[in-house]
């Protein structure tokens, strides 16, 4: 934990004033591993993921539920309002884990009257929703691949951050 308070006590010098933006089409490998990758340099890679199943798949609720809506997931919770992300507090005992279903995630994220800001992070996506996950060509042959998901809702907040890892952050 120490070496955490460390580096967050430092993280504006590791956060860029501006992150370079690319679509994917005018990328190519090299270019990704020398400028990017290799200089750990953050990049907004625009429509990577514009092909990947998930992509439409994930718009429709009814077909998340249909697939993934019984699966159990864990859920971080930090106070509601807060600009923080619970993993850096976990000491604090601001922030706690529940188990819900995927389905009553879906439910309770949308609440506009919940008590907590709610997400789920750094956890397997949940049940058969892998499947619309393609791993990206540019990760190919270079980065371990996983999926990781996160998740959240109305109001939840995570600050700027670095990750201790290379990866791939697709938004949809």
């Not at 699966?71 to 601001?94: M, N, R, V, W």
């Not at 109305?154 to 670095?162: K, N």
Request: with cysteine; charged share 30%.
């Amino acid at each position: 934990m120490e070496l955490l308070e460390d580096y967050m006590s430092k993280s504006d010098k590791y956060v860029p004033e501006k992150v370079d933006e690319i679509d994917v089409k005018d990328l190519d490998k090299k270019m990704f591993t020398k400028d990017y990758l290799f200089a750990s340099k953050p990049l907004l890679m625009k429509n990577m993921a514009k092909e990947w199943p998930a992509f439409t798949k994930w718009q429709n609720e009814t077909y998340l539920r249909e697939m993934s809506g019984d699966d159990p997931i864990q859920c971080e919770t930090t106070p509601l309002g807060k600009e923080e992300f619970a993993y850096f507090h976990k000491d604090a005992g601001s922030w706690s884990k529940l188990n819900f279903t995927y389905g009553e995630f879906l439910t309770t994220i949308r609440d506009p009257q919940r008590k907590f800001n709610i997400y789920f992070a750094e956890e397997d996506v949940p049940g058969n929703l892998h499947e619309d996950i393609t791993e990206p060509w540019l990760a190919k042959d270079l980065l371990v691949f996983a999926e990781k998901a996160y998740w959240h809702g109305i109001g939840t907040v995570t600050p700027p951050h670095t990750d201790g890892q290379e990866n791939f952050m697709c938004v949809m």
